[in-house]
T-cell receptor, first 113, second 109 residues
């Protein structure tokens, strides 16, 4: 079993839809949970960052962490064509030299006008 | 805002050439990372450095070496480039989260 599982998609939705992106993980030591957005041929940019369980909202984006189920989600409300990108989940646990990061493979999202 | 810059956005090299990829960060972070990203394989850690002149192997170090002579600069070296090293290379730095550079798309012919 991979440490982090993420459906690679592609996922196509109409403009204005609510998008739900998810990751599951197996390592209960993960403490920090992140979502990155990556446009084609660019580096990933940090979207959301949460510590431990709970919800975090930032504009149209909501990140949820359920540590008991080892499941994290990113919701995008009122999706726009500019949201079309690959979304990577990431999580980290304390290692010998700071945090050890593990990334999901990414879900490719297309928002159709 | 954290700024991570990489020396080239696109690079084309020939098999057997020595290749240097440079990364610079402006936030005085101790930890820096080099990843490669390939379709279907996601991000894979090549090397990381937790201090000047200190380095640790990641998951796929074979065929690569690194240099960290100054805190802000972390270089990835391909001693003898091969076609299977054609990839997107991403540098990152971190505090609690990772911050990525724009990436270098390397093609080895």
């Amino acid at each position: 079993q991979k440490e982090v599982e993420q459906d690679p998609g592609p996922l196509s939705v109409p403009e204005g839809a609510i998008v739900s992106l998810n990751c599951t993980y197996s390592n209960s030591a993960f403490q920090y949970f992140m979502w990155y957005r990556q446009y084609s041929r660019k580096g990933p940019e940090l979207l959301m960052y949460t510590y431990s369980s709970g919800n975090k909202e930032d504009g149209r984006f909501t990140a949820q962490v359920d540590k008991s189920s080892k499941y994290i989600s990113l919701f995008i409300r009122d999706s726009q064509p500019s949201d079309s990108a690959t979304y990577l989940c990431a999580m980290s646990a304390k290692g010998n030299y700071g945090q050890n990061f593990v990334f999901g493979p990414g879900t490719r999202l297309s928002v159709l006008p | 805002d954290v700024k991570v810059t990489q020396s080239s956005r696109y690079l084309v090299k020939r098999t057997g050439e020595k290749v240097f990829l440079e990364c610079v960060q402006d936030m005085d972070h101790e930890n820096m990372f080099w990843y490669r990203q390939d379709p279907g394989l996601g991000l894979r850690l090549i090397y990381f450095s937790y201090d000047v002149k200190m380095k640790e192997k990641g998951d796929i170090p074979e065929g690569y070496s690194v240099s960290r002579e100054k805190k802000e600069r972390f270089s990835l070296i391909l001693e003898s480039a091969s076609t299977n090293q054609t990839s997107m290379y991403l540098c990152a730095t971190h505090t609690d989260t990772q911050y990525f550079g724009p990436g270098t798309r390397l093609t080895v012919l």
